[in-house]
């Protein structure tokens, strides 16, 4: 197993345009969370689902929005970028909704937004 | 509110030197604590978790609730140790994970 994948690796976008991050969980993992991670700080979280359900959302605007597929695979999308979107996104999967299961994180991906 | 204190954004010591890390956190519930690590072009990793109450890499930490900290020793660092060292609660059960900003360490030769 890779463990936790996410694509792309590194993006480009300008301001007001649209993303999409993608993420495969760890095989048998039905948990996936979304944190944002802006240089020089930790991860902040944004989302989690479960099961195809939101169960958690972050401090963040609607302009972030997630959704979870039968496969347990999750998209992240941000619209209308702005400047301070630039950042690191991560994710991370568990197998069970919380408590005594770990959380694998996947390597990121390095969102520029000019 | 649930709040992560990483004092230090730095942390040099010499190899075989001790090395604490600390971590301070706000919470008005029971809290589940844990610290994270990430090296070098590497992925962010689970290191240890105070439910765990085990010795990771030679790292240990212990929860003091009384002074809400939980920080991160290891007696003899060694230069693989170099990485950066992220402390982060959750509510017991719960499922979002808050970070403090970080402390990178350099063990030094």
């Known amino acids: 197993d890779a463990g936790v994948t996410q694509s792309p690796t590194h993006l480009i976008k300008t301001r007001g345009q649209h993303v999409t991050l993608r993420c495969s969980p760890i095989s048998g993992h039905k948990s996936v969370s979304w944190y944002q991670q802006v240089l020089g700080q930790g991860p902040q979280f944004i989302f989690q689902?479960?099961?195809?359900?939101?169960?958690g959302r972050g401090n963040f605007p609607d302009r972030f929005s997630a959704r979870q597929f039968p496969n347990y695979s999750s998209e992240l999308n941000v619209n209308a970028l702005l400047l301070g979107d630039s950042a690191l996104y991560l994710c991370?999967?568990?197998?069970?909704?919380?408590?005594?299961?770990?959380?694998?994180f996947g390597p990121g991906t390095r969102l520029t937004v000019l | 509110a649930q709040r992560v204190t990483q004092p230090e954004k730095l942390l040099s010591v010499f190899k075989g030197a001790p090395v604490e890390l600390k971590c301070n956190y706000s919470?008005?519930?029971?809290?589940?604590l844990f610290w994270y690590v990430q090296y070098s072009r590497q992925r962010l990793q689970l290191l240890l978790r105070h439910i765990s109450r085990e010795s990771i890499k030679g790292f240990t930490a212990d929860l003091n609730k009384g002074e809400t900290s939980f920080h991160l020793k290891k007696p003899f660092a060694q230069e693989e140790d170099s990485a950066m060292y992220y402390c982060?609660?959750?509510?017991?059960?719960?499922?979002?994970?808050?970070f403090g900003a970080g402390t990178t360490v350099t063990v030094r030769a």
């Open positions: 689902y479960y099961e195809k359900e939101e169960r």
């Open positions: 982060a609660l959750s509510p017991l059960s719960d499922y979002k994970l808050s």
């Open positions: 991370a999967s568990r197998g069970g909704l919380a408590g005594a299961n770990e959380q694998f």
């Open positions: 919470y008005s519930g029971s809290p589940e």
